[in-house]
Structure formats: structure tokens, C-alpha cells
């Protein structure tokens, strides 16, 4: 009895002991099967054992839909199943491609397409200057000694835990016609701004809501590269009598480099998947002035009265094959960096 | 080159006083080595004269202008950090030349005085190189050339010999030395390696708990500790420090009102049994051919006395045997009651002839 009211204490007592034990209660009810399996298929074909649970995950969400969008880049009609879908060969892709010059979308048998890659161009470029300039400022003043760091560091954090369809929503009520904005420019004299209405500003406001979302991991990203420059050095630049510029300019810029590399291909990779946030905030308007690549895609293939997957799967393997380069371009210099 | 003078030099960081007061006057070309435990503040005293951290309170001089609130880079002075703080991403020559860049020196001076630290340094080969292709001693001479190339009024070394491993340690030390022989310029340099200090000061500082202790040449402070922590800080194995009744010696002729008695391994003596002050049990032999350290512990005593004895050559002694000594006399240093050296000092002149 005593021993019994004993028990529940100790293991109050020991939480992770419990746990520990609880862990090896299960290693020893998996030993015996895992032995016989591996007497009958041998101890180098184990790891794939192990590998199997991942693998078959991985490939019915994301290899097998992979294939399944390249069998559709071939085939033609409407049909949904792709047994029903004749094969049409590269003909989505000519019909993508087909174009008078590529500088005018105009002249493209699918315009929208090219419009989409234009914007699409527009908006990376324009968000990599801000994402860059933004986060590495914000992280040059976190990684200062100022009042409140801790709080800073995580306001400028918060955004990136938001769904960007909630920042998207947030972004439109301030904006809109009788926003936030237009409200407060309005009461301080002046007139109110058609934001979505104007294609300019509409650019301008989907790279700023997508820069305010995202900031906060890239500055994250470039305040541990700050951290991880010994303080030492900034002393003996010091000692040196290095002027603040030039100590930013050829101490801090060099060896925070790496990281720069790191977030500038970041950003150029999830600029060119942008969808959520822009298509929330404008749709893609005013006229197709903020139709981006993704948005192309999902409107050709779901949205249009015609649903054509062929075309639709022949602009996502266009895009995947884009995204693949820029991500073993990410690889290999995230590895020199390690390496 | 200059020389150093600070004046009640405080510095607190919040309510932690590291610094509590320091006074102290450094002649132009001295070498000077802050030597103390971890802790004691020598490292805060160095930035602090650096202008890498702010005085609380208490002025500094150099070559007589007041550089208290004066900026690091303004007040002329080079230091080489125990991690050598090198620009990895620069090379060799690019380290060194750095600070004459931003001086605005022309190329053709810049070009000479790293060419001449190179060689000095024996780096010329390296020159192309950058700092992670280098070994550590390589390194630490790169410290050395980026500090000579500026020519600065003082140098400042901080524990720049210990992140080597024993062997670089000595002879880096040797080309310190050598170093200071050649270009004479002021250094201070911190350490908490009491042989470091012996052997490359011209004065050795003794901190403690953020104030001086003592400030002597490095024999002034083996021959005439001024107190107790001066005794059993400097010189190893440390000062065997004894309560004056331990010994058997004749209070009224000798020791006067000393309450605690030190003496250096190599002053305690086998002896005849009839001469002994003491009789020790061995515990530990260290046998290090040319001298032998014998770890014993009185008997006889209240307490758990222990006491160290140095032998010139090898010894025969082992674990557990008996051996009477004697405390030479001659070499006795006595502690009053607050810990301070005994007047007059029971060290004769002879310590400075």
C-alpha cells in the first residue's frame, strides 16, 4: 500500500525519467519484430525501413502530384481523370511560349501568362531591394545595445506567425476606399487615395504588406549573422579608428555577406511563388496590373469557366523548373557557407 | 611612445565595482604586466586605458594630456586581444595596412611599414594570406605586425599568449621580449601567467579584487611580498604559508608579533633531526629530473599543514616517508594580523645587488 502511494509521487517527481521509461518500454516491445526483419532482409536494407514512413508520405503529397501535373502539362480537354485526357505532347508549352516578343505579352498567344511573369519580375525586384534593405536595417538596430530589444525582436517577429491571408485582410481594411488610411488622410486635410485602383500603387502596396509580413525572418536570419561577428573585431576596427560607415562598409557587410546571400535568394524564391497575400489584397487588379505567375495558374486551372489543367499544369512545371534551379542555387551556397 | 598615468581609476558596471580606485605611473618604455587571478579587474584596467570601456570615475594621462573621455581611436594606443581579433575576411597585408588606411597614410608609407613589420615578424611569406590559413602563432604575429605598423604611444597585450599551445607559448614570449628590446616602446600587457610576467616585466602589477596590491620589479615582488596575497600569488609552486607557532623557532628573537610565516619551497631544507623546525610526512614526489618537488604535510601540527619543499637534482624520498627540515631564516617572510609584510623586511639588500 505504502509502496503504491509512493509510486505516483516519484513519478511527479521524475517526468522525464517516466518519459524515458516509457520510451524504453516501447524499444523493447519493437525489439523482437525489428530483429526478425532484419534476419530476413539483412542489416544494410534496415535504413529504407526506416526511411519508408517518410518516403511514402512524401510521395503521394508531393511526388506523386508532381507527376500527376506533368501527365496533365501533356494532355488536352477537360476531363479531370488523366486516363480521359488525350495526349497532346508539348503543345501547352508551344501554346505558352508562343509569342510575337516576350517583351510584349501582348503579342503572346497566352498574355496573361506573360503579363503574370512580368509582374512577377516587377514585384521580385522590387521586393528583394525592400526585403534587404528593410530587414538588414532593422537588424542593424536590434543588434544595437537599445532599450526594449527583447520586445522590438519580437514585434518585428509577430507578422511571420500570421497566416498571410489574415495579413492580406488586415492590409485591405486599412487600405481600401474608406480605410484606415484614406481616413486619416481625409482628417488631416488631404484627399483620399483609389489604392486599388491605380495600378502603381497597387504594386507598391502588395510589395510593402508582403515585406511587413516577411521581415521579421529575414531580419532574424541577418541578426544572427550580426551575432555570430566576434565583437572583438568590431573592437580592434575601433582601435583601428575606423569611421562607423567604413566599419558597416568592410567589416560588417563582408562577413554578414553570407547570410545576405542567403536571404537574397529566399526572398527571390518565395517572390516568385507569391499568390496568397497579392491575390487577397487585389485580386490581380486593377486589371491584371498585379496577376502574378501563381495566380495564373490557379485562375487557368479552377477559376475560369473553362478549366484547363493541361495549360495550367504546363505553366506549373515552367514555374517548378525555375524554382528548382533558384533552390539548388540556395543549396550551394548555403553549403559553401558551411563547408 | 609615452608614458601612463592614471589616478583614482574606477569603474563600475551597475552595481559591481570592478575597478576601486587604481593609481598608477608608467614610464615611457616600460614594460609593464598586469598580472592577477581571474577576476581581479587587470583585463577592465587594460580596456579601460584603451578606450575600449568608459572610467567611472579617475583621470587618465598619456604623455600628459588627459585622454579620459577621448575616443579609442584618438588616443594613439594599439592592442593585440587574446583572440587576436584578425579581419578574416581581409588578408595578411590587409589586416595590417587596415588602421594606416584609415589614418589616410599614402601607399608608398603603407606599403613600407607593413614590409618592414612582415619582416620583423618573419610574414612576408604569408602577406597574401588570410587569417584562417594561418596557425595560431602565425596569427598572433599578425596581431603583433597590425599593432607595430601603427606605431603607436603604447602598446596594450591582452593575454595574448593564451590561446598557444606550451611550447609557441615560450618562444613567442622569447620574440616579445626581443620585440620590446628592438622597438622600445611602452607596453602593458596583461596575463594571469605569473611566468609571463617574471620574465617579460620591467614592473609587474598585482591585482586583486579590483585594486593594486603591489607594484614591483618582478625579483622586488619574490623577495619582498608586501602581503599575503602577494606571497602566495607569485612564484610556483606558491609560498608555504605557516602559522608562526608550526615552526619550532623562538618567538622572542625572531619572530616578533608575526602571526603567519612564509617561505619558498626551495628555502625548506632536509636537515639533521636535531636542527629541524619542522618534521614533514611526504604525500606527493614530483620528480622533474633536474629539481624535485616533494608535497608533504607537517606533523605534529594543529590543521592539516601542508607544506611544499623544491630539492635541486632527483630525490630518493617517496610516499610516506618521514623528513625533518629546516626553514632558513634568512629567507622567512612574516604576516602580521591584517596579512602585511613584517618590518623591517627579512630579506637583506642582497635581493637587489
Same mark, same amino acid.
Given at each position: ?48 525501413? /526506416?526511411?519508408?514512413?517518410?518516403? $511514402? ?68 525586384? /522590387? ?23 527583447? /520586445? ?32 486619416? &488622410? ?8 483609389? /489604392? ?10 502588395? +510589395? ?5 509580413? *516577411? ?17 572583438? +573585431? ?14 558597416? *562598409?568592410?567589416?560588417?557587410?563582408? &562577413? ?5 546571400? +542567403? +536571404?537574397?535568394?529566399? $526572398? ?25 505567375? $501563381? ?45 | ?11 563600475? =558596471? ?21 598580472? #592577477? ?43 593585440? =586581444? ?15 595596412? =587596415? ?7 599614402? @601607399? ?9 613589420? !612582415? ?10 594570406? @588570410? ?29 595574448? %599568449? ?11 614570449? @622569447? ?24 620574465? %617579460? ?98 606533523? #605534529?601540527?594543529?590543521?592539516?599543514? @601542508? ?27 612574516? =604576516? ?16 637587489? !645587488?
Amino acid at each position: 500500500m505504502t509502496d503504491m502511494m509512493r509510486l505516483p509521487e516519484a513519478a511527479a517527481r521524475r517526468p522525464a525519467g517516466l518519459v524515458a521509461g516509457g520510451a524504453q518500454a516501447l524499444m523493447r516491445l519493437t525489439d523482437p519484430p525489428m530483429r526478425a526483419l532484419q534476419r530476413l532482409i539483412g542489416a544494410a536494407r534496415m535504413p529504407y525501413v /526506416f526511411l519508408l514512413p517518410n518516403l $511514402v508520405f512524401f510521395g503521394l503529397f508531393v511526388f506523386l502530384p508532381i507527376a500527376i501535373n506533368i501527365v496533365f502539362s501533356m494532355t488536352g480537354g477537360t476531363a479531370l481523370y488523366p486516363a480521359e485526357r488525350p495526349y497532346v505532347g508539348a503543345e501547352q508549352y508551344a501554346r505558352l511560349l508562343d509569342c510575337g516578343s516576350y517583351l510584349d505579352p501582348g503579342s503572346c498567344q497566352e498574355d496573361l501568362f506573360w503579363r503574370g511573369v512580368g509582374n512577377t519580375l516587377t514585384f521580385t525586384v /522590387f521586393q528583394m531591394v525592400a526585403m534587404v534593405l528593410f530587414s538588414l536595417g532593422t537588424a542593424l538596430v536590434l543588434n544595437r545595445p537599445i532599450r526594449a530589444r527583447g /520586445f522590438f525582436r519580437a514585434v518585428y517577429f509577430f507578422p511571420v506567425l500570421l497566416s498571410p491571408v489574415v495579413v492580406a485582410l488586415i492590409w485591405k481594411w486599412i487600405l481600401q476606399r474608406d480605410g484606415l488610411l484614406n481616413a486619416a &488622410l481625409t482628417m488631416a486635410g488631404g484627399q483620399k487615395i483609389l /489604392f486599388f485602383v491605380d495600378p502603381g500603387w497597387a504594386m507598391f502596396w502588395s +510589395v510593402f504588406v508582403s515585406v511587413w509580413a *516577411h521581415m521579421g525572418f529575414y531580419t532574424l536570419i541577418l541578426l544572427a549573422g550580426l551575432q555570430a561577428i566576434p565583437r572583438d +573585431v568590431y573592437e580592434a576596427a575601433e582601435m583601428d579608428g575606423t569611421r562607423p560607415w567604413r566599419v558597416f *562598409h568592410r567589416i560588417t557587410l563582408p &562577413l554578414l555577406w553570407p547570410n545576405l546571400l +542567403v +536571404v537574397l535568394v529566399l $526572398v527571390l524564391i518565395r517572390s516568385v511563388q507569391v499568390f496568397d497575400e497579392v491575390f487577397v489584397l487585389t485580386g490581380g487588379g486593377p486589371g491584371t496590373a498585379t496577376v502574378m505567375i $501563381v495566380q495564373y495558374i490557379y485562375t487557368t486551372a479552377f477559376a475560369n469557366q473553362v478549366q484547363n489543367f493541361g495549360l495550367a499544369g504546363a505553366a506549373s512545371v515552367l514555374l517548378g523548373a525555375v524554382l528548382f534551379v533558384l533552390t539548388m542555387v540556395q543549396l550551394f551556397l548555403t553549403r559553401r557557407r558551411s563547408s | 611612445m609615452a608614458g601612463l598615468e592614471l589616478r583614482g581609476v574606477r569603474k563600475d =558596471f551597475g552595481s559591481v565595482a570592478v575597478l576601486k580606485g587604481i593609481d598608477l605611473s608608467i614610464a615611457d618604455g616600460e614594460f609593464i604586466v598586469f598580472v #592577477g587571478p581571474s577576476g581581479c579587474g587587470k583585463s577592465t584596467l587594460l580596456r579601460v586605458i584603451a578606450g575600449l570601456e568608459t572610467a567611472t570615475a579617475g583621470d587618465i594621462h598619456i604623455d600628459g594630456a588627459e585622454v579620459t573621455r577621448t575616443a579609442a581611436s584618438d588616443r594613439g594606443l594599439a592592442m593585440v =586581444f587574446q583572440s587576436y581579433a584578425l579581419y578574416p575576411h581581409m588578408s595578411v597585408h590587409q589586416n595590417m595596412s =587596415f588602421a594606416l588606411e584609415n589614418m589616410g597614410v599614402p @601607399k608608398a608609407e603603407i606599403a613600407r611599414r607593413v614590409e618592414r613589420a !612582415a619582416r620583423m615578424l618573419r610574414l612576408t611569406d604569408y602577406l597574401h594570406r @588570410k587569417p584562417g590559413a594561418l596557425s595560431g602563432g602565425q596569427r598572433q604575429r599578425v596581431a603583433i605586425g597590425r599593432a607595430i605598423v601603427r606605431d603607436p604611444k603604447i602598446f596594450l597585450f591582452d593575454e595574448p %599568449l593564451s590561446n598557444l599551445d606550451a611550447e609557441l607559448r615560450v618562444a613567442t614570449r @622569447k620574440e616579445l621580449a626581443a620585440l620590446h628590446a628592438e622597438i622600445g616602446g611602452t607596453m602593458i600587457y596583461v596575463t594571469h601567467d605569473q611566468v609571463e610576467a617574471m620574465t %617579460l616585466a620591467d614592473r609587474i602589477v598585482v591585482l586583486n579584487a579590483g585594486r593594486i596590491e603591489q607594484i614591483g620589479t618582478p625579483l622586488d615582488l619574490y623577495n619582498r611580498p608586501a602581503n599575503l596575497f602577494v606571497a602566495g600569488f607569485i612564484g610556483s609552486p606558491r609560498m608555504n604559508l605557516l602559522p608562526a607557532d608550526a615552526a619550532r623557532m623562538p618567538r622572542d628573537n625572531f619572530l616578533g608579533d608575526a602571526v603567519t610565516v612564509g617561505i619558498r619551497p626551495e628555502h625548506v631544507q632536509p636537515c639533521a633531526e636535531a636542527d629541524a623546525d619542522l618534521t614533514v610526512q611526504v604525500d606527493l614526489v614530483e620528480q622533474l629530473g633536474g629539481e624535485t618537488f616533494l608535497y608533504t604535510t607537517a606533523l #605534529g601540527c594543529p590543521g592539516d599543514l @601542508k607544506v611544499t619543499i623544491r630539492i635541486d637534482g632527483q630525490s630518493a624520498l617517496a610516499r610516506g616517508d618521514r623528513l625533518p627540515v629546516r626553514l632558513r631564516r634568512e629567507h622567512l617572510h612574516l =604576516f602580521d594580523s591584517a596579512g602585511l609584510a613584517c618590518r623591517p623586511d627579512p630579506i637583506p639588500a642582497r635581493s637587489h !645587488a
